[in-house]
């Protein structure tokens, strides 16, 4: 069972997310907030697996929600979510660590199997939408390649390529002719070198650092 928690202001916004949710037979809400401050208590007693959380808010907004419950010794997996399809607090947020963000009005289905993707633990759920926002927030002059990017074997630079411009695993597999467990131990391999968290921080790392 996957357990699920809701921070966002608008009470009825929230219902509707539950009522989705719960008629899952995987998924389950196990806690409810309506801002920040009040989510990062509720988080830290029900410990939920996935957090969706919402980017402004009153009181605390979610970034510095996110912030602070990324600090924790074994933090959730957070999804931000917001109204606008090109958001610079989202792009704030995942380099922070979120897991990738969502628009409040996507579909629902999209939205369940988002939580479902993350959980697993892959982390950029929109791709198009991702590099977009990448592009447009890491605009200016790219900052310098760390050492640790030299590491990366000319095998495992192809494959972070790919992965940096948004290709699931399988549409790398199909791509480079290679089995898709043998992508996720390169993509492993990669961030360990790298120092990332998972695929959405690589995007960040590789527009950052003028790489894609």
């Known amino acids: 069972m996957i357990r699920v928690a809701l921070v966002d202001d608008q009470s009825l916004f929230r219902a509707g997310i539950r009522m989705l949710v719960d008629s899952q037979p995987d998924l389950e809400v196990v806690a409810e907030a309506?801002?920040?401050r009040e989510a990062i208590g509720a988080v830290r007693q029900s410990r939920p697996d996935v957090v969706l959380m919402d980017i402004r808010m009153p009181v605390m907004d979610g970034l510095a929600a996110t912030a602070e419950l990324l600090t924790d010794p074994e933090?959730?997996?957070?999804?931000?979510l917001t109204t606008f399809d090109l958001d610079e607090a989202a792009a704030r947020a995942i380099r922070q660590g979120a897991s990738g963000f969502l628009l409040k009005d996507a579909d629902p289905e999209f939205l369940l199997a988002a939580i479902r993707t993350v959980h697993a633990g892959s982390a950029v759920i929109a791709a198009s939408a991702t590099?977009?926002?990448f592009e447009r927030f890491t605009d200016a002059a790219p900052r310098p390649v760390p050492a640790a990017y030299a590491e990366l074997t000319e095998r495992e630079?192809?494959?972070?390529?790919l992965?940096?411009?948004g290709l699931s695993n399988a549409e790398i597999a199909a791509r480079e002719y290679l089995s898709e467990a043998t992508v996720k131990t390169h993509i492993s391999r990669i961030?360990?070198?790298?120092?990332?968290?998972?695929?959405?921080?690589?995007?960040?790392?590789?527009?950052?650092?003028?790489?894609?």
């Open 75 to 80: 933090p959730p997996r957070i999804v931000m």
């Open 157 to 161: 630079r192809e494959i972070f390529a």
């Open 131 to 133: 590099r977009e926002l």
């Open 163 to 165: 992965a940096a411009r």
């Open 191 to 212: 961030l360990t070198k790298l120092g990332l968290r998972d695929r959405v921080q690589l995007v960040v790392f590789a527009f950052e650092h003028g790489l894609v």
């Open 34 to 36: 309506s801002d920040g």
